[in-house]
């Protein structure tokens, strides 16, 4: 493992730019299991998550190139294999491996899914959908002769539930309608890439009609990562004077309009966004599915409210998102939590020792560390790798004195 030694309370300046987006890129890498062809891919973050993803596709065979900004998947010549458990309990995305294993092989293993553990993180209406095309459940796999389209209304907009049933539906017998479906960016980022390999895929509303169809290879260029430009703005507001380069604002009206609220003035140059402090208020955010608030953010601007004027966060997707809060008081970041609502208290932070506890809370950790006068380590840097592309390279950039140790 690495920890990350910062010598913070220095002021960070200068210019970085948005990374292509993990969320957006994970189902499109899985969704390459369903065709047959070599797909190109520009803007794949290099980042932890990415490589266990891709790793994942070589172990069945995908022959995989990258070429500077781009990255090319042959899936030509696939063959099942049981997925690797030490690559798949890494990264909650290998649940796509439900989607795309049982359209590609007609069966899947119920791995050790992994990734983030801030919550207790169902899967039923993945394996719901699973189901509802025609697969079962035999003992510790679940099989699929044929996949043929249904209808399918979920209870509540999910993220891996919507990107699974549109790799389920893609390449499988007739016509399949998704109700209730998630719409973050990222869906239809999946829904473009797989439209190029010829998919017949549209999306109005919270509604997916898919018409099951053979797929080649595609093209597509990964969207701008909207949680990692938010952390880097909120970065910039805590520390110095950040701008951001490529930041997808058109995906950001709710984290815009929160900063605002806080305080904050936006300036526009170009590609570039920076923000600064006009004010110091006190936010009530609440998070919910987009294009609400997003809850990878609420991590990020709890220490901003902390040195600003205090907050509230309320999480409505993941209630227990707040294990992070045990971390951040190794800082001196005062809260309070109660059922899913924590109130962040205006705080004197310092510098201090922790481990990351999950991916943003990892980063919201470091974020603090930046902004604290002296020395503080935060172990288990990987967590935060998995997530932010070339963190080292851009915080050094932006005058940060970090070193990185093995430990
Ligand atoms: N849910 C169910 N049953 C299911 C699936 C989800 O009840 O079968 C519930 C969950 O308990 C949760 C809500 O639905 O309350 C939303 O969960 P969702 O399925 O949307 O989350 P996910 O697909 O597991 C993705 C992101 C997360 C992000 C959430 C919410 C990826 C790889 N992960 O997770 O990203 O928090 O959507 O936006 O896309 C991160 O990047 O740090 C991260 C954790």
Redesign the pocket.
């Known amino acids: 493992m690495k920890k990350i030694i910062v010598n913070g309370g220095r002021k960070l300046q200068g210019d970085l730019t948005v990374s292509g987006s ?2 957006a890129a ?2 499109i890498i899985f969704a390459c299991i369903l065709t047959n062809g070599v797909s190109e891919i520009d803007n794949l973050p290099d980042i932890g ?1 990415v490589r266990a993803a891709l790793a994942l596709l070589s172990s069945f065979g995908a022959k995989i190139e990258r070429r500077g900004s781009l990255t090319f998947i042959d899936t030509r010549e696939l063959s099942y294999i049981d997925p690797d458990v030490s690559l798949t309990s890494k ?3 290998s ?1 796509y491996l439900l989607g795309s294993c049982l359209s590609r092989f007609g069966r899947c293993p119920m791995l050790i899914f992994g ?2 553990n ?11 959908a699973c189901l509802a095309l025609g697969a079962h459940i035999d003992g510790d796999v679940i099989t699929a002769d044929r996949l043929k389209g249904n209808v399918i209304s979920f ?9 699974n049933s549109i790799l389920l539906a893609a390449s499988a017998e007739g016509e399949t309608l998704l109700r209730g479906c ?1 719409v ?1 960016p ?1 869906i239809d980022a999946l829904i473009d890439f797989l439209n190029s390999c010829g998919a017949s895929i549209i999306r109005q509303g919270r509604e997916i009609r898919i018409c099951g169809r053979e797929l080649h290879g595609g093209k597509i260029t990964v969207i701008g990562d909207y ?1 990692e430009a938010g952390s880097y703005i909120a970065l910039g507001l805590m520390c110095g004077s950040v701008r951001v380069k490529n930041a997808p604002l058109s995906h950001m009206s709710a984290v815009l309009d929160c900063f605002s609220t806080l305080g904050a003035t936006f300036s526009f140059e170009d590609n570039f966004i920076s923000a600064h402090l006009s004010s110091k208020n006190f936010l009530s955010l609440t998070t919910a ?2 294009p609400a608030f ?3 953010l609420q991590p990020i601007f709890a220490p901003l409210m902390a040195v600003i004027s205090g907050g509230e966060i309320i999480d409505t ?3 227990e998102r707040f294990g992070y809060l045990d971390s951040l008081s190794h800082f001196g970041i005062l809260s309070h939590r109660e059922d899913n609502r924590a109130r962040i208290f205006r705080s004197k932070i310092h510098s201090g020792k922790t481990v990351a506890p ?3 809370g990892g980063m919201a950790c470091l974020m603090t560390a930046l902004a604290a006068e002296g020395q503080s380590e935060i172990d288990s840097l990987e967590i935060i790798l998995r ?1 932010y592309e070339n963190l080292e390279k851009k915080l050094r950039t932006l005058g940060a004195e970090i070193k990185i140790q093995d430990t």
């Open positions: 993990k969320n994970l189902p998550d990264i909650r995305a649940t990734g983030c801030f919550s207790y993180r169902p899967i039923d209406m993945h394996i719901d209870r509540c907009p999910s993220v891996g539930a919507t990107v998630a973050e990222h949680i599915p987009y997003p809850t990878d997707v993941w209630r999950d991916l943003r997530g």
